[in-house]
């Protein structure tokens, strides 16, 4: 039952053993009878930026899940670093909605990173959500018209990119949550049930440190299965498993920080409109306090269809 592996997995003493863990990094017999790899169709994209090439990608669907795609971190350390960035010093800013405007603690006219950097370190670690596009209204579960920002363009090319790598051919990323956690995080068992559209996937894109992810039924009663989720793995819940249960019992800090050093050649093709972030990125200096966030944060960027092609939106959605 989900909320018994939650519990079990949360637990702090005793700790758990996390044998029984899908672990994608070195697929064990555990794991290796638990999936099975997909192939990708053959396709003529060009690799988006902060990808490593089509050919290198390990594709897996967990068996019991149909629909739930695992993509071992396809990223460049470069991408990392750019999604990074862009979560931490862009996104978080208003006018997108966050965790933090109830406190009105930031100013509107204020670069949220900047302040948090020169002044208020405390501030950062309030951060807990993002949210871009259509708003998710948390408590009423409804996505509404006037309750609509901005959808940024290169996460909605990427979400794009990967849609067609795996098939979607017409995907529109309309809503994101950015979910920033600590090494003391949680986020209990959910189904994420208000988009209209729920034949589109699913996209969670995590970077940092690494997470137990259990992926349940669509019922609470149904066996929940853990997964580690590590920096730059990406997470496509579709079909069957669109609708399940799932949650993040626990964060594990890990010695392994790929995001550390950037590899050679890197830069080759970095789009016009991304080059002051990715500027950021390849100074170490200018790097460094988003790494050093990194070292004890995790940060996952969900990425939904709201609508149906074509479909206009009144009140939508249900608790
Ligand atoms: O952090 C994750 O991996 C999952 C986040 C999630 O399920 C959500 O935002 O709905
Ligand atoms: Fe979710």
Request: positive net charge; charged residues 25%.
């Amino acid at each position: 039952m989900f909320k018994d592996k939650f519990k079990y997995y949360k637990s702090k003493n005793p700790t758990p053993e996390l044998g029984r863990v899908l672990n994608f990094n070195s697929v064990d017999p555990n794991t290796r009878n638990k999936v099975q790899k997909v192939a990708l169709p053959v396709q003529d994209v060009p690799v988006f930026f902060g990808f490593k090439p089509l050919e290198s990608w390990e594709v897996y669907e967990i068996i019991d899940r149909p629909g739930l795609i695992f993509i071992k971190n396809p990223f460049t350390i470069l991408g990392q670093r750019y999604w990074t960035v862009r979560c931490l010093k862009d996104f978080s800013n208003k006018p997108n909605k966050s965790n933090l405007d109830s406190a009105k603690k930031i100013p509107d006219n204020k670069d949220w990173w900047e302040m948090c950097q020169n002044n208020n370190v405390l501030l950062l670690n309030k951060l807990r959500w993002v949210t871009l596009g259509y708003h998710h209204n948390w408590d009423t579960k409804v996505y509404s018209e006037s309750n609509r920002g901005k959808f940024p363009k290169d996460l909605q090319e990427m979400a794009s990119f990967l849609a067609t790598t795996l098939g979607y051919s017409r995907y529109s990323a309309e809503a994101a949550i950015i979910n920033y956690y600590h090494m003391d995080s949680t986020l209990s068992g959910h189904t994420d049930h208000s988009e209209r559209n729920l034949a589109a996937p699913l996209f969670s894109f995590s970077f940092g440190q690494t997470a137990i992810f259990l992926i349940g039924g669509p019922t609470l009663q149904d066996i929940a299965i853990p997964l580690f989720i590590r920096s730059g793995d990406i997470v496509v819940m579709s079909k069957e498993s669109r609708l399940c249960y799932h949650g993040v019992p626990k964060i594990l800090q890990v010695d392994n920080r790929m995001w550390c050093s950037l590899e050679q050649g890197s830069d080759k093709l970095v789009p016009k409109d991304y080059k002051e972030t990715v500027d950021i990125c390849k100074d170490e200096n200018l790097w460094k306090p988003f790494g050093s966030y990194l070292t004890h944060s995790r940060i996952n960027i969900n990425v939904r269809q709201v609508l149906f092609e074509g479909e206009k939106l009144l009140e939508i959605g249900s608790s």
